[in-house]
């Protein structure tokens, strides 16, 4: 009877330790596709639409978050070391995420910087200056980095080259949409309205692209975690004055109050518009992708500025 028990001990803990094995398989490799970890939801927008089903996309940046400043939990920044690439925008962008994509590159993980593969501009004030990484407001730069990121996703093992090129090819054709699109529009504009004051300097490539002024920034940096001075915005109220401007264009991620602190002090009416510069929306939301983003902004910017034409 002893024996009987302990045999069928023997085969339980075997069936149990078969399981225990099956289940942490699943659990830890199931997925064989190879991982692109991706630091910032636009880009990570453009990656999951070039590779689609073949690579486990992981995004890093929330949608509604502010690059400069999200954070990852540790899971991700541990699963950013193990991957087969790694897309960052750069440019000084993703503030609170580079250490960990520095350490992910110490472990040998390859790193595409998207900044890399453009021709940068420089935000610009009285007393700092700095390259600007807000790049993807221009759909021809943002051509030039899909066609460097194409290139960088040929080399990662376990993507197919000819499906790769083939979506690369329509996701090229979108932008050239977009840019055709963006062109028109603004060409409606007439040049004395073509100027424009953000809440920081974030148009600096789309005014390079389309012949736009930067009138100025509420926050006078290429980041969100700068703070203006009282200077800073008595020289910006003049300079509203002095073009006209009708409206400031505030990201939808960060709070309007400085904004509206600067309209106080003009004394004509300022409309403030959010528009979502540095991060995509949730779904059915407006900006739920990179394309759908830049035709809602330009849509917005066109409207904007011809307020009381």
Known sequence: MTGVRRSTVAVAVAVASLALGATGCTAAGSDDRPLVAVTTNILGDVVERVVGDSADVMVLMPRGADPHSFEVSAQEAARLRTADLVVENGLGLEEGVARHVEAAASDGVRVF???????????????????????????????????????????????????????????????????????????????????????????????????????????PSGTTLASPSAADLRDLAAAIEATGVPTIFVDASQPARLAEVLADEVDVHVEIRSLATESLTAEGEGADSYLEMMRSNTEAIVDGLSTGE
């Open 113 to 219: 910087t998207a900044g890399e593969a453009i021709d940068v501009l420089e935000w610009t004030s009285e007393d700092a200056s700095g390259p600007d990484p807000h790049f993807w407001t221009d759909p021809a730069r943002m051509t030039d980095v899909v066609d460097a990121l194409g290139q960088e996703l040929h080399d990662v093992p376990g993507l197919d080259d000819e499906a790769l090129d083939t979506a690369l090819g329509s996701y090229r054709a979108d932008l050239d949409t977009l840019d055709e699109d963006m062109t028109v529009a603004f060409d409606a504009l007439p040049e004395d309205r073509r100027a424009l004051v953000t809440n920081h300097h974030v148009f600096g490539y789309l005014a390079d692209r389309f012949g736009f002024r930067v009138v100025g920034a509420v926050i």
